[in-house]
């Protein structure tokens, strides 16, 4: 896991202050209306200028904290006009003032090994707009297949998943590559390791 420490930036001219917000779920909707105390102009700073995941399927990957900071009206957050959604991507608004942001980036939704990538983007306006600013923040997931004695447990399919009361995650059964497989995995999230159960019944 890795983020880079640059900041993005882009400036032009309007002002406001008054704030609401939205979320909706999978990459994220969040809407910014301000009215303004009498500065001009229009800011937005964000960083870093990219944020990496990189872990294990099945195994916590931490989260990320991404910083803005704006002066405008109207600012918005989230994917790019004819973007595919990015469910695997979750977010946290931690704090807002009336010129910045707090945001916790965090992986959710997926146990699929495998690159993923999107973008999100901070916005005053829309395309097309004279007023339009905004600053395009790459996010991306390397996901790795989890091995254990060499063995890829996730390297199957029409398996089941399960999580029981203490967190701990449970794979069993499905086709692999060698045919049918009656094995019983689990994976203990305290430990950050996963565990033969022997046979599934």
Request: glycine share 20%; charged share 5%.
């Given at each position: 896991m890795r983020a880079s420490n640059d900041r993005v930036t882009a400036t032009e001219g309007m002002d406001s202050m008054k704030m609401q917000a939205a979320r909706a779920p999978?990459?994220?909707?969040?809407v910014l209306i301000l009215c303004?105390?009498?500065?001009s102009g229009y800011s937005l700073s964000v960083m870093p200028s990219?944020?990496?995941f990189s872990g294990t399927a099945g195994m916590l990957i931490a989260p990320q904290q991404v910083y803005v900071e704006f002066k405008g009206d109207g600012l918005s957050v989230g994917p790019r006009a004819g973007d595919p959604p990015a469910n695997w991507l979750g977010y946290t608004l931690l704090s807002h003032t009336d010129t910045s942001l707090q945001l916790l980036f965090s992986i959710a939704n997926t146990t699929e090994p495998g690159d993923y990538e999107t973008i999100v983007r901070f916005?005053?306006?829309e395309p097309g707009d004279p007023h339009f600013k905004h600053v395009d923040l790459p996010v991306s997931l390397h996901l790795a297949a989890a091995q254990v004695n060499g063995l890829d447990i996730h390297d199957r399919v029409m398996s089941v998943l399960a999580q029981d009361a203490q967190g701990n995650l449970w794979v069993s059964v499905g086709l692999g590559t060698e045919g049918q497989l009656n094995d019983l995995w689990m994976y203990d999230a305290a430990t950050n390791q996963w565990t033969s159960m022997g046979w599934s019944p």
């Open positions: 999978g990459l994220m909707l969040l303004s105390c009498g500065d990219s944020v990496s916005a005053f306006g």
